[in-house]
């Protein structure tokens, strides 16, 4: 099909695969939390005994992330993504049949792999490739997407384990996230030109724009460049350190005194404010910027761990907490991608933002293991606490660094 002459731009198919990616590899991870008090109470082991094997998966794909941008440059993408996919789903579904912590290391080193090239990468390389006009809110819809499986998992999920065990749950979670990539397979394609058509916006004169934006960048020294990045890694890694404490709602409840229903639920009101962040974060960064709006969410995010470290534990309170505690995810997947837009573009925003997402995958492979020795050592109190300061340092560091100069507007 030629896209110029189809009556709806091919980049809107684009966006929709980009969703389901989104929606089958990142709408998982959302879901983790409620698998470990499970597990760990069924094997007899703690939590942060079970989380190890999310350093091996993030170190795998720290890894692998420093090839990515050439095999996506060298390789086809279908075979690329049904790989990474199968890599990464079929070893999740394996841990149905795991009883030892060394077995959930091997399976995660293979999880690790496959998610390097699923998560972070792919899908703001294809809404770069394919969209000039609106590509900061496409983006927006995208992580929306993730939002969505992520609740509709969550209550899937409470409910098979409730009744089936977590064995069962993570077999149907798979398969459920498998299905969900069987339509990108036959819609997505790289770039414009592979089809004959252009990017959506090129024919309403936003090349232009496209060409200022690039122009801009460029004015950045080298040196610039070089702190920008440093900088847009630090916040990388305070983001995923504070998703880490998202997945561990769950087991607060539990501490509270409720059970694994009331667990999902917590979750579930995470993916609200995964949602709403991510719905509003599009076209308020097309509008006030990145620094702006990503300093407002982090602020947000830090006020929610704050509420929750002040022993606030009134149900309202935890309910309100956990929708602000769920911007976390947005922060992490929305503010890196339009932070290195600032200084980068074409083939450099590909590679940089790989680079930039080892950093990502690192804390992400941390994040798990970190709350969970703090909760064991300290208590959640002093851990909420903790990672409230994290959505602080990330407010600053967008304000001090990123503040855009008068000569780029």
């Known amino acids: 099909m030629n896209g110029k002459r189809s009556k709806i731009h091919y980049a809107w198919k684009i966006l929709i695969s980009c969703c389901l990616i989104n929606m089958s590899a990142l709408g998982v991870t959302n879901t983790n939390g409620l698998y470990y008090s499970a597990v760990s109470s069924d094997l007899g082991i703690l939590i942060s005994e079970l989380s190890v094997h999310t350093v091996f998966q993030g170190i795998a794909s720290a890894l692998t992330l420093l090839i990515v941008d050439r095999v996506y440059k060298k390789y086809p993408l279908k075979p690329v993504l049904l790989i ?117 916006g090129s024919e309403e004169n936003a090349a232009d724009n496209q060409k200022y934006m690039g122009d801009a960048a460029k004015r950045h020294s080298f040196e610039e460049k070089r702190k920008k990045f440093v900088f847009a890694v630090v916040v990388a890694v305070l983001c995923n350190l504070s998703c880490g404490m998202t997945g561990m709602l769950p087991h607060f409840a539990g501490t509270l005194g409720y059970g694994i229903m009331f667990g999902s639920y917590l979750t579930s009101l995470a993916m609200v404010g995964n949602i709403s962040s991510k719905a509003l974060m599009g076209p308020a ?106 959505g602080v340092l990330i407010a600053v560091i967008l304000i001090v660094v990123y503040k855009q100069r008068k000569a780029d507007k």
């Not at 009883?99 to 792919?122: E, R, S």
């Open 84 to 200: 990474s996919s199968v890599l990464f789903h079929g070893s999740q579904m394996a841990m149905a049949a795991l009883n030892h912590v060394w077995q959930f290391c091997i399976a995660g080193v293979v999880c690790g792999i496959g998610a390097a090239f699923l998560f972070y990468v792919p899908v703001p390389m294809l809404l770069n490739n394919w969209f000039i006009k609106r590509k900061k809110t496409a983006l927006s819809i995208c992580f929306v997407a993730a939002g969505l499986s992520g609740i509709i998992l969550s209550l899937m999920m409470g409910m098979v384990i409730n009744s089936f065990g977590w064995r069962t749950a993570y077999i149907v979670r798979g398969i459920f996230s498998l299905l969900l990539m069987i339509p990108v397979m036959f819609f997505v394609v790289k770039k414009p030109g592979e089809i004959g058509t252009t990017a959506y």
């Open 285 to 390: 960064t097309e509008k006030f910027g990145i620094v702006a709006s990503g300093s407002l969410c982090a602020a947000l995010l830090a006020f929610g761990f704050l509420l929750m470290g002040l022993g606030i534990t009134a149900t309202p309170a935890v309910l309100f907490s956990s929708v602000m505690i769920g911007f976390s995810a947005c922060v992490n997947t929305l503010i890196i991608p339009n932070l290195l837009d600032t200084f980068v573009k074409g083939d450099e925003y590909v590679h940089v933002l790989s680079i930039c997402s080892t950093g990502t995958m690192i804390a992400s492979s941390l994040s798990y293991l970190l709350v969970s020795l703090l909760v064991d050592n300290l208590g959640y109190g002093p851990s909420f606490l903790i990672y409230s300061t994290f």
